[in-house]
């Protein structure tokens, strides 16, 4: 690979990892299949580089291609055990270190079975938008335009609020 193509890959591995790592976390069962799903992510990102176009920034290209392969790991799961992982099992690399309170806890909890129960699509934009993407990226990201994102978003935040209700009074 040209070492112009090579430092690419290095900055983008350097700046991006625990973003690319922390999607890969939301796709996978267990932490083994995460690095799995990452591993996967990386090398698709090394073959694929030399035919980057540029017409994306890097890092939504290469969250495309992390998304990809995570929902093709996905339905090759789906097929073959007809499981899937419940979103509880997931641990968020950006929550605060301390344990939250037990009342926070329960809303997380709340929040995680809430996202659980929406659609695989749908899912994705929240944990993009989760992982503060602004929606012009999360389209770029999605193949959707920005006003899609936005119009997607509030609904979901809609559900999110609605499925959420009950644990709020």
Known sequence: MEPPLETLFLELLHTQK??????????????????DLFQETVLQIWKSLPTFRGQ?????????ITLNVCLQAR?????????????????????PATPPEPEQEAQLQALRACIQKLPETDRSLVLLYLEDLPYKEI???????????????????????????????
């Open 18 to 35: 625990e973003r690319l790592y922390r999607i890969c976390q939301a796709y996978a069962r267990n932490h083994e299949e995460a690095q």
């Open 56 to 64: 994306a920034q890097v890092q939504t290209w290469a969250y495309r």
């Open 139 to 169: 389209a770029a990201v999605t193949g959707l335009t920005e006003n899609h994102v936005a119009v997607k978003m509030k609904r979901i935040r809609e559900k999110l609020f609605t499925c959420l209700q009950p644990t709020l009074c």
């Open 75 to 95: 339905h090759k799961i789906k097929r073959e055990q007809k499981q899937t992982r419940p979103l509880d099992s997931i641990q968020f690399a950006n929550l």
